[in-house]
């Protein structure tokens, strides 16, 4: 079956722009999650729906970031006034339930955002 | 609050010789283990999982990890490795009611001819 998909998988844009990454979760899945990677880094974590509900976010940097889920699938991560900082590959992960640690996350391919 | 350590960076072996991955986390109670490989261009692929019962556990792609509680470790072995494994690995451990994985930084696997 279908996998995580993330469109687009790269987006180059300017400073102080505003930009929107999407992410189609497997079927069925009610978990989904965001993660951001940096170079050399490893994913960290961003925020976690449960439904249409974002149940935490605590891993959002600042009030630039936000995302949405409005009909509990798609998933939209927006980011205003891109900074520099803000380049880094943008992976989201969906598990068929969620909250928990033992729940298995499937991962899309991510998209790189590169802010000049 | 949990972490993750993976202590080397770039690992180099040859093909058809082994390959240790080292890991080792902090968590106060028993965690969640996990094991993903990352190739260029493509998503996080979970080789395999403990959450409890038998320490050695097995994955796909021929690899297998073990539970060390008194090391805090989770090592990931396999006994022959492919030039296909070369890609980037990934160690993440879970807890119970966090909603997240918490990712090492990660070690690049270099595999020689």
């Known amino acids: 079956g279908a996998g995580v998909s993330q469109t687009p998988s790269n987006k180059v844009t300017e400073k102080g722009k505003y930009v929107e990454l999407r992410c189609d979760p497997i079927s069925g899945h009610t978990a989904l999650y965001w993660y951001r990677q940096s170079l050399g880094q490893g994913p960290e974590f961003l925020i976690y729906?449960?439904?249409?509900?974002?149940?935490?976010d605590s891993g959002l940097p600042n009030d630039r970031f936000f995302a949405v889920r409005p009909e509990g699938s798609v998933s939209t991560l927006k980011i205003q006034r891109t900074e520099r900082g803000d380049s880094a590959v943008y992976l989201c992960?969906?598990?068929?339930?969620?909250?928990?640690?033992?729940?298995?996350?499937?991962f899309g391919p991510g998209t790189r955002l590169t802010v000049l | 609050a949990q972490s993750v350590t993976q202590p080397d960076i770039h690992i180099t072996v040859s093909e058809g010789a082994s390959l240790e991955l080292r890991c080792n986390y902090s968590?106060?109670?028993?965690?969640?283990l996990f094991w993903y490989v990352q190739s260029p261009g493509q998503g996080l692929q979970l080789l395999l999982k403990y959450f409890s019962g038998d320490t050695l556990v097995q994955g796909i792609k021929g690899f297998e990890a073990e539970f060390k509680r008194s090391q805090s470790s989770f090592n990931l072995r396999k006994p022959s490795v492919h030039w296909s494994d070369a890609a980037e690995y990934f160690c993440a451990v879970g807890a119970t009611g966090a909603n997240n994985l918490f990712f090492g930084t990660g070690t690049r696997l270099t595999v020689i001819p």
């Open positions: 729906f449960q439904g249409t509900g974002a149940a935490d």
């Open positions: 992960a969906s598990s068929l339930t969620g909250g928990s640690g033992y729940n298995e996350q499937f």
């Open positions: 968590y106060g109670a028993t965690p969640y």
